[in-house]
């Protein structure tokens, strides 16, 4: 009784919300380990379809636990979509909206709320949200790629053994640079899966093969951490959830709104509570995940928090949380500024920029893939599909049927029959922008290209370019 009398007291002086119920104070304190993939597309692991890759650890979570097909990212893009993960808020209202930029001492994290309630919190593998935000964290470690999986289960070894935890475990794979040798035997590249808006030629089949070998790599550490919670007795009370970040870093994936781009995989599982084996078809947010944990953990979600609780639907796939969800597309490496919407069967994006083309972002740009893209782009040998990032002008709307047509490739925009859908969204659109305080701020207050669109080559040294003054640019 005094333990949960100070943890009230210590709540309260926090400002934050204290604990739901008695009967959450007296039953076992649910755990939490978050895998991160970073830059690993929605369909590429076994649950998804893809048979090609081999991920039997996601496999047997799948099995075990609860499969979303329509879950969506804040942006496709990886430091806005971590920091809109742990506050459940939206990039353009953390003040971390564009790639590398840190977030604000004034943000509160999952974490914090957490930490008053006595959950020892840890963050081991990528950070990617600055310095301030690292305060609200009890215990953060980084890692080599192929040491990740060691340090995860080290984490959880030494944590202390009279508070329940939460870990974010962020791996760095798959982002590029790829190198053979990530997993044995590597995958070959005439089996790996050639998605319609990229070429089949030898090039790019083994740089989807190295992409490939890291997903698995990334799979192969979550395995070693099921194994740890197992040996300590732990599995029961322990919710697991498989994410990541954005899209696959390939042309028309990463920094993309639409679905190769911002529909995450999303994997959870929780013993006794989650219904094994099950799949939801319900629209889902990145941005739900930290209010869905706080009231796991017996805590009312924060008042900044802008995303809604998932624990009915966890519990029942029937249940709708969310009509809606939306995607944000800042700067990433280059300038853009574009907004989705998202329902169970469509994808409405909305363009500021038509003058710019679809570029990917700079380490897409230095791939083998892309130089294969810009060699057959002079040649002719595009599709238009394949070749549609690199045209202007691009349309300023775009409508695309997700159920068939999951990789946006026809844009329904102009159909006379889609008009009231896309009056529909386009509403829904509006209304979040107004709610959120989301505008087009003009062409000329937008940062501006960090690399050349054509090479990749840095363009601005040093520091982001948004942090740079307009005098120095």
């Not at 070998?213 to 194994?227: A, P, T, Y």
């Not at 993309?256 to 013993?271: D, Y």
Request: proline content about 8%; hydrophobic content about 35%.
């Amino acid at each position: 009784m005094h333990r949960i009398a100070n943890t009230l007291f210590l709540l309260a002086c926090l400002g934050l919300p204290s604990v739901q119920s008695a009967e959450n104070q007296k039953s076992e304190p649910t755990n939490f380990v978050i895998f991160v993939a970073d830059d690993m597309a929605w369909d590429d692991s076994g649950p998804y379809g893809n048979q090609n890759v081999r991920t039997p650890n996601m496999d047997r979570l799948a099995v075990e636990g609860m499969r979303f097909d329509q879950a969506y990212l804040t942006c496709s893009s990886c430091s806005p979509s971590r920091c809109s993960m742990l506050t459940g808020r939206y990039p353009h209202n953390t003040g971390a909206g564009e790639l590398h930029l840190p977030l604000p001492k004034d943000q509160t994290m999952l974490t914090t709320p957490l930490r008053a309630m006595g959950y020892w919190t840890a963050v081991v593998g990528k950070w990617h949200l600055g310095n301030a935000a690292a305060e609200q964290v009890d215990f953060r470690k980084g890692s080599k790629p192929d040491a990740m999986g060691a340090a995860w289960v080290e984490a959880i070894e030494n944590r202390p053994k009279d508070r329940p935890f939460f870990m974010w475990a962020a791996h760095s794979d798959p982002h590029r640079a790829y190198a053979p040798g990530a997993v044995t035997p590597p995958h070959a590249p005439e089996r790996v899966s050639i998605p319609a808006f990229l070429p089949d030629t030898p090039d790019v089949r083994e740089d989807l093969a190295l992409y490939y070998d890291e997903v698995s790599r990334f799979d192969e550490h979550i395995g070693m951490v099921l194994e740890e919670l197992e040996s300590q007795g732990l599995t029961e009370s322990t919710m697991i959830l498989v994410i990541s970040d954005n899209g696959r870093p390939f042309p028309h994936c990463k920094t993309m709104v639409t679905v190769p781009g911002v529909r995450t995989p999303f994997i959870a599982k929780l013993p006794n509570r989650i219904p094994a084996g099950t799949t939801n078809q319900q629209v889902i947010s990145s941005i739900d995940i930290a209010p869905t944990i706080l009231e796991l953990a017996g805590v009312k979600p924060l008042d900044t928090m802008q995303g809604k609780s998932l624990r009915r639907t966890l519990m029942d796939p029937k249940q709708v949380i969310r009509k809606h969800a939306f995607s944000e597309h800042n700067w990433h490496d280059y300038r853009a500024f574009e907004r989705a919407a998202f329902d169970r069967q469509y994808c409405y994006v909305r363009n500021w920029l038509p003058s710019t083309p679809a570029t990917p972002p700079a380490d897409a740009v230095n791939s083998p893939t892309y130089r294969e893209m810009k060699r057959l782009f002079k040649e002719g040998k595009l599709t238009d599909e394949q070749q549609a990032c690199m045209m202007t002008p691009r349309r300023e709307e775009f409508l695309f049927d997700t159920i068939k047509d999951p990789n946006c490739l026809n844009n329904l925009a102009e159909d006379p029959g889609m008009i009231s859908r896309l009056k529909q969204l386009r509403l829904a659109l509006d209304a979040w922008q107004k709610r959120t305080g989301d505008q087009f701020p003009g062409e000329d207050q937008l940062t501006p290209d960090g690399f050349n669109r054509e090479t990749g080559d840095r363009m601005i040294k040093g520091a982001h370019p948004s942090l740079i003054s307009k005098k120095q640019r």
